[in-house]
């Protein structure tokens, strides 16, 4: 594995590297000032550079555990590649069974009340565990309501968000001290896109679920549950294919998440109420 800080002083940082280096810093920002941190872990192509990113960071191992939010209605594949790569990773890999769907807010649309048991399983888990932060691979492009985030951002401990009372940031100086009863997600993949993602991917090498990888013209540009995700038309089977793909589409990533099209403030209330 590359180490990011290691490089030929005779060439500039290229973008890539500016990327990488920011993700690194926050990384470890956080893991000096905050005490008890969980990585969330969807096992899709962002939280595996996520991943990736904290063993550069931390000198090839990640010293916090990984957890999935499971609602067993990932596809096989996901199951498939998680445990492999926490196997291969020696991951201190921990599974959180979200609660069924009957549990959730029954005003919610039908679609959007599937895609709520992970924010469930998410309050479980910070009630059971006792974590302080937990790392999320969203980026600001992915859906307009993420574009309000912070790097650093406090929630009440059942996982509410209150997007007007967010902590400013400016020049990498980031509020990592909050009240009792807060805790805080961290997102170091914030600044990055979907096309960084795929072009840092292709640079690293990192492991991708194949999914990703049209099939019979069809690919997932985005993984969540099988009853509510969707692949979408396309003939991209290699990485570059994808970024030559993404340079010229007008299809959103989110275009085969069913929720998202469901209402229009369905994503909003789901953010609000503790969704990643």
Same mark, same amino acid.
């Given at each position: 594995m590359?180490n990011?800080?290691?490089?030929?002083?005779n060439?500039?940082m290229?973008?890539?590297?500016q990327l990488e280096?920011?993700s690194?810093?926050?990384?470890?920002e956080?893991?000096?000032?905050?005490?008890?941190l969980a990585?969330l872990?969807s096992?899709g192509k962002?939280?595996n550079?996520?991943?990736?990113?904290c063993r550069k960071?931390?000198f090839?191992?990640?010293p916090?555990?990984?957890v999935?939010?499971?609602?067993?209605?990932e596809l096989?594949?996901?199951?498939?590649?998680r445990?492999? #790569?926490?196997?291969?990773?020696?991951?201190?890999l921990?599974v959180?069974?979200?609660?069924?769907?009957?549990?959730?807010?029954?005003?919610?649309?039908?679609?959007?009340r599937?895609?709520?048991r992970k924010t469930?399983?998410l309050r479980?888990l910070l009630r059971?565990?006792?974590?302080?932060?937990?790392f999320?691979g969203?980026?600001r492009?992915e859906?307009a309501?993420?574009?309000k985030?912070?790097?650093?951002?406090?929630?009440?401990?059942d996982g509410?968000w209150?997007v007007?009372?967010?902590?400013?940031?400016?020049w990498?100086h980031?509020?990592?001290?909050?009240?009792?009863?807060?805790?805080?997600?961290?997102?170091?993949?914030l600044?990055w896109?979907?096309?960084?993602?795929w072009?840092?991917?292709k640079?690293e090498?990192?492991?991708?679920?194949?999914?990703?990888?049209?099939?019979d @013209?069809?690919?997932?540009?985005?993984l @969540?549950?099988?009853n509510?995700? !969707?692949p979408?038309?396309s003939?991209a089977a290699?990485i570059?294919?994808i #970024?030559?793909?993404?340079?010229?589409t007008r299809?959103?990533?989110?275009?085969?998440r069913?929720m998202?099209?469901e209402?229009?403030?369905s !994503?909003e209330?789901l953010?609000s109420?503790?969704y990643m």
């Amino acid at each position: 594995m590359r180490n990011p800080h290691r490089r030929n002083r005779n060439h500039p940082m290229t973008d890539l590297d500016q990327l990488e280096s920011q993700s690194v810093y926050i990384l470890r920002e956080a893991y000096n000032r905050i005490d008890k941190l969980a990585l969330l872990w969807s096992i899709g192509k962002d939280s595996n550079v996520l991943l990736w990113l904290c063993r550069k960071a931390f000198f090839g191992r990640v010293p916090f555990p990984v957890v999935q939010l499971d609602t067993a209605m990932e596809l096989p594949e996901v199951y498939a590649f998680r445990d492999r #790569i926490a196997r291969e990773w020696e991951l201190d890999l921990k599974v959180e069974q979200c609660p069924p769907e009957e549990a959730m807010d029954p005003t919610l649309p039908p679609l959007t009340r599937a895609a709520a048991r992970k924010t469930e399983g998410l309050r479980n888990l910070l009630r059971d565990g006792g974590y302080q932060g937990v790392f999320v691979g969203i980026r600001r492009d992915e859906q307009a309501t993420r574009a309000k985030e912070r790097i650093f951002s406090p929630r009440t401990l059942d996982g509410a968000w209150d997007v007007k009372d967010q902590p400013a940031e400016f020049w990498d100086h980031y509020k990592t001290r909050f009240a009792e009863g807060t805790h805080v997600r961290i997102h170091p993949l914030l600044h990055w896109t979907e096309i960084d993602i795929w072009r840092y991917s292709k640079r690293e090498e990192i492991p991708i679920v194949p999914l990703y990888f049209a099939r019979d @013209g069809q690919r997932y540009r985005s993984l @969540g549950e099988k009853n509510i995700t !969707f692949p979408v038309a396309s003939h991209a089977a290699t990485i570059d294919d994808i #970024i030559a793909e993404l340079a010229v589409t007008r299809v959103p990533e989110r275009a085969g998440r069913a929720m998202d099209n469901e209402s229009e403030d369905s !994503f909003e209330r789901l953010r609000s109420a503790g969704y990643m």
